[in-house]
């Protein structure tokens, strides 16, 4: 008999019903205590969470249990992760390096699942900059917010080319501030971040300095650790409704752009360069070790940038940052639908 590959759940998984999808989880175990209501945040770097916001698949999903669903804007990684920090949240939108950074520095969460392998984040300059290389920042401004991928993207490139983050000013701005800045000429070049980096290209002539597809750490989906133990079936519906939207993208991607454009304010021309050019979505959205490979790659940049405490053991916060089995459950819900399609003769 042959072995169901992950590929097969996954591809399964998108060929169930909807509603079997999320039923599924709630018929593996007894009632347990139910929450109040979910919170989640959405965000532009996001795609899946602005999509799953405006359908409302979550709220039909849970409302037979009388939960309620309650949506929180994060403006960046470092901003989804105070929420969870405070509890603010429940689920929250970040890269996997923040989502490292966070645990590293105690806070407990975990990543639940992948919703994205973008491009989100280059070093920026504006239209009229000289400035050719990276050495060349060199005691320039640099616009970055700390805590997310641009950020970390900045000290990786920053070392690949023989400097360090003390070459540099790091004027320490939340993303669209930071866009702001570059343009008006207040810095030298900004840590930029999708969809505000394809905009300000597209309405305001910025270039990108430098672009390394491989620095981007993952669109990753993190849980508070203390929710997702407590209530497991309601994370898997959570996770469920997720592998919804992430199929409704793939099937509707001019649909995807017209969401992210209404819901960001920004021209649809600026959403459908950023989702067809720099996001992939047709990828595996539970946490793997290529993931975790990404992670391990950018662990000496913590530790050498001082962004953990002195003695912080950031691989033991790695080796605990994922809880795939959520999202591992709902994909294993899909056998059947799996196990039908290989039983159709073929023509």
Request: aromatic content about 6%.
């Amino acid at each position: 008999m042959s072995r169901i590959t992950r590929r097969s759940l996954i591809a399964a998984a998108a060929a169930l019903p909807v509603a079997g999808l999320l039923a599924a989880p709630a018929r593996r175990a007894a009632a347990q205590e139910k929450p109040e209501k979910v919170r989640l945040d959405y965000a532009y770097y996001n795609p899946l969470s602005l999509v799953l916001k405006k359908e409302g698949w979550l709220e039909e999903a849970l409302a037979a249990d009388g939960i309620g669903v309650e949506w929180v804007l994060s403006a960046g990684s470092n901003k989804a992760n105070e929420f969870l920090r405070s509890e603010a949240i429940d689920f929250g939108s970040t890269a996997g390096a923040a989502a490292l950074l966070a645990r590293a520095n105690g806070s407990p969460q975990q990543i639940v699942y992948v919703y994205t392998k973008p491009e989100w984040a280059a070093l920026v300059v504006g239209k009229d900059s000289t400035i050719a290389d990276v050495a060349s920042l060199k005691d320039k401004k640099v616009a970055a917010t700390k805590g997310t991928d641009p950020y970390f993207f900045l000290l990786r490139s920053l070392n690949e080319a023989g400097l360090s983050g003390a070459d540099v000013e790091v004027v320490v701005l939340q993303h669209a501030d930071g866009r702001t800045a570059l343009e008006r000429g207040d810095v030298d070049a900004w840590a930029g971040l999708d969809p505000l980096m394809a905009a300000s290209e597209l309405e305001a002539g910025s270039k990108l300095l430098y672009r390394n597809p491989d620095f981007p750490t993952y669109g990753v989906l993190n849980g508070r650790e203390a929710f997702i133990t407590q209530y497991p079936e309601v994370t898997e519906k959570v996770l469920a409704a997720y592998e919804q939207a992430r199929q409704w993208v793939l099937a509707n991607p001019e649909g995807a752009a017209q969401v992210l454009s209404d819901e960001s304010k920004l021209p649809l021309e600026v959403a459908a360069k950023v989702l067809t050019e720099r996001t992939a979505i047709d990828i595996d959205p539970v946490p793997n070790d290529a993931l975790k490979a990404t992670l391990e790659a950018i662990t000496p940049i913590f530790v050498d940038e001082a962004q953990v405490k002195p003695g912080t053991d950031v691989q033991a916060s790695l080796d605990t940052l994922f809880a795939p089995q959520f999202i591992e459950a709902v994909l294993a819900a899909a056998p059947a639908a799996d196990e039908t399609a290989a039983a159709t003769p073929s023509a």
